[in-house]
């Protein structure tokens, strides 16, 4: 089958978002692009427990099915934006995370408070609200990444987490740091005494200590 590799790579990531919690029923989706600028994404409202590898669409840069017999995701204009305006990009994970939803819902961002956080280039920022589904979303965030280049993750505002990568597999942590740096901060908050944040000294020294140790 034509674009084997790529479905089976977007199926798989898919699977292990489920296996930790991160997405849940059809919630959230997940593309990946190949050098051909061809766009592999989840279907629309399908159950992952009943989806397999060929479901998985194939789009254009422009969102447009070019290979598959179902309607892709929802998000789709969101990722293609994304894809678009972001070259580097190969992949992106749109999920639903409990307690970063939260922190949506507040527009409060998750600060550096931990290694995960720091990981996925934070502090993780909230953006303006967009409708899900629109392009505009894609729009917003590919701005808020093209404005930081170390990040790789941010909150749509009342909506959820998008994370970004060079492969599918980089996505993926991105997005399970995120939300367990959301979850930390989240019980930090719940002690009534205030999240200490790594400072820019802390931030230098732990940068030079893996930097020594890659």
Do not use: W
Request: neutral net charge; charged residues 15%; proline residues 7%.
């Amino acid at each position: 089958m034509k674009f084997k590799q790529l479905r089976e790579q977007v199926y798989r990531t898919t699977m292990d978002l489920c296996d930790v919690g991160l997405i849940r029923l059809s919630a959230g989706n997940v593309s990946a692009r190949d050098q051909d600028a061809h766009v592999a994404i989840t279907p629309s409202g399908m159950l992952y427990s009943i989806m397999r590898p060929r479901d998985i669409l194939i789009v254009d840069l422009n969102g447009q099915v070019t290979d598959g017999h179902l309607k892709p995701s929802s998000e789709t204009p969101m990722h293609a934006a994304i894809y678009s305006k972001l070259p580097h990009v190969a992949a992106v994970v749109h999920t639903h995370p409990p307690y970063v939803m939260a922190f949506a819902t507040t527009g409060v961002e998750i600060p550096v408070i931990c290694l995960e956080i720091l990981s996925v280039g934070g502090p993780v920022p909230v953006t303006p609200y967009a409708c899900p589904g629109s392009r505009e979303a894609g729009m917003i965030a590919s701005e808020c990444f093209i404005s930081r280049p170390a990040l790789k993750a941010l909150v749509l505002r009342n909506h959820g987490l998008v994370a970004i990568g060079e492969n599918l597999e980089q996505a993926f942590q991105v997005s399970f740091n995120c939300e367990i740096g959301a979850q930390v901060y989240h019980i930090a908050l719940q002690t009534g005494r205030p999240p200490v944040h790594l400072t820019g000294d802390q931030i230098a020294e732990i940068h030079q200590m893996y930097q020594k140790r890659n």
